[in-house]
C-alpha cells in the first residue's frame, strides 16, 4: 500500500535521526520508545541493535508488544521553543518482525539503509540481528499556520 506524501513530509521523516515507536502489549497497556529507522517511503526499518540490552532481542517489550498486536505508531517531531516552528509527523501501521533468511532480500536492503543512514551500524552486525518493518498504513501531521495558509498542517 503506498502511501501519498508529498517530497517536503518525506523528507521531514527521512532527515530525523529518531522516531519515537507506540506499541500496545496483550493485557492493552502502550509502550513508547525512541527508535533509530529508516522509511522507504512505504516501510520502516529499525534495527535490534546490539546496544546493552538486559533481555534476548525476542524478549523485549517492543518485541512482544508487536508479536501480541502488530497496529503501531511512529512519530517524528520537532520541538522549538518558538512554537511556529513546532512539527510532526505520526505514521500509523503494522509492525511484524523479519529475521536474516525469512526474507533475506528484504532484510539485506533495510541493513543497508540503516548502515548508509546511521555510522554506529557499520561496526554493528545488525545483519545477524532481528529488524522491526512497519508497513505504513496511515499518516497524520501538524504544522502551525504559515502566513498566508487558511489552515494549520493537518491531515
Known amino acids: ?23 500496545v502489549a496483550r493485557d492493552n497497556k502502550p509502550s513508547v520508545i ?13 534495527s535490534i541493535d546490539e546496544k546493552p540490552k538486559s533481555v534476548a532481542p525476542e ?14 505508531a511512529l512519530v517524528v517531531d520537532d520541538y522549538a521553543e518558538d512554537w511556529n516552528e513546532l512539527r510532526y509527523v505520526l505514521l500509523v501501521g503494522l509492525a511484524s518482525i523479519i ?16 548502515r548508509n543512514k546511521y555510522v554506529q551500524y557499520r561496526d554493528m552486525e545488525i545483519d545477524k540481528r532481528p529488524i522491526i518493518r512497519i508497513l505504513v498504513t496511515g499518516i497524520k501531521q501538524w504544522a502551525p499556520k504559515k502566513k498566508g495558509d487558511d489552515d494549520a498542517k493537518e491531515d
Open 59 to 72: 524478549q523485549l517489550k517492543r518485541v512482544r508488544n508487536i508479536s501480541a498486536n502488530s497496529a503501531v
Open 34 to 46: 525512541p527508535i533509530c529507522y529508516v522509511f522507504d517511503g512505504e516501510r520502516v526499518y529499525s
Open 99 to 114: 529475521l536474516p533468511g525469512d526474507e533475506d532480500d528484504e532484510h539485506r536492503k533495510a541493513v543497508q539503509q540503516l
Open 1 to 23: 500500500m503506498a502511501i501519498d506524501l508529498d517530497e517536503d513530509t518525506l523528507q521531514f521523516i527521512r532527515a530525523h535521526r529518531v522516531g519515537r515507536l507506540a506499541t
